[in-house]
């Protein structure tokens, strides 16, 4: 589990998503259609069928019990592949801490494209018509700084060269930035408006013990 913290500040922010999955039961009727023989007349040999009897039957099914067992050895679903993003906003939440965004986007897309498929803010003070080249890469407005997960990115374009030859190195241009493939899996930790950031943190993994109750 990566844990995103603060540089001075305390305060731990954790989220826990629930969901319950319920079941019912149905209940069926059996309908046996039953014939008497029929009668056969000899003298206009014509076939007269007797009134069928029609008998009813209803059963409820009900689950009593599951073992262990058979719940271990039930297999899950497995889910398709993803990539997980945190977002973290340039400015503070009302009690000081980073504002974080989770998201989960398939790869193989731009990373312009999630953000903005996401509800994430890219341009900052540039999202308006005309104050951004809306992913052509000319602007340059578009620049992101990633934290974490360098692996999954492209290169950089000559674009990028360009208009980022005097920020760092982990700084790109969502525009020109492919993540992953459609199949890959992991992390990427985003700084939104790297330039208009007004305060320092740092990305750290904490081991979490699965079986530690919370």
């Given amino acids: ?9 305390s305060s731990n922010i954790s989220k826990m998503v629930a969901l319950q999955l319920s079941s019912c039961w149905s209940s069926f009727c059996s309908l046996p259609f039953n014939l008497i023989n029929s009668n056969i007349t000899n003298s206009h040999s014509t076939l007269r069928p007797s ?3 029609i008998s009813f039957s209803r059963a409820k099914i009900r689950a009593v019990s599951t ?9 899950q679903p497995e ?8 977002f973290v906003s340039s400015v503070l939440l009302p009690d000081q801490t980073p504002d974080v965004h989770l998201r989960q986007a398939c790869g193989g897309q731009k990373l ?4 903005l498929d996401s509800n994430i803010d890219l341009y900052g003070p540039y999202s308006r018509v005309l104050l ?22 492209t290169p950089r374009t000559d674009k990028e060269k360009e208009h980022l030859k005097k920020k760092p ?14 199949d890959s899996r992991g992390l990427v930790v985003v700084q939104q408006l790297p330039e208009w950031k007004a305060h320092e943190w740092k990305y750290e993994e904490v081991p979490v013990d699965p079986n530690q109750s919370s």
Wanted: aromatic share 4%; proline share 7%; charged share 15%.
């Fill in 1 to 9: 589990m990566q844990i995103i913290r603060p540089v001075h500040f």
């Fill in 132 to 153: 951004n080249c809306a992913g052509g890469g000319t602007c340059g407005t578009c620049m992101v700084e990633i934290v974490q997960g360098k692996e999954l990115l």
């Fill in 67 to 75: 073992s262990q067992e058979s719940q271990s050895e039930a297999i």
């Fill in 79 to 86: 889910q398709p592949p993803c990539v997980d993003f945190a």
């Fill in 112 to 115: 312009r494209n999630i953000m």
């Fill in 169 to 182: 190195k982990n700084w790109r241009l969502a525009c020109q930035t492919t993540v992953g493939k459609p």
């Fill in 51 to 53: 009134k069928p009897l």
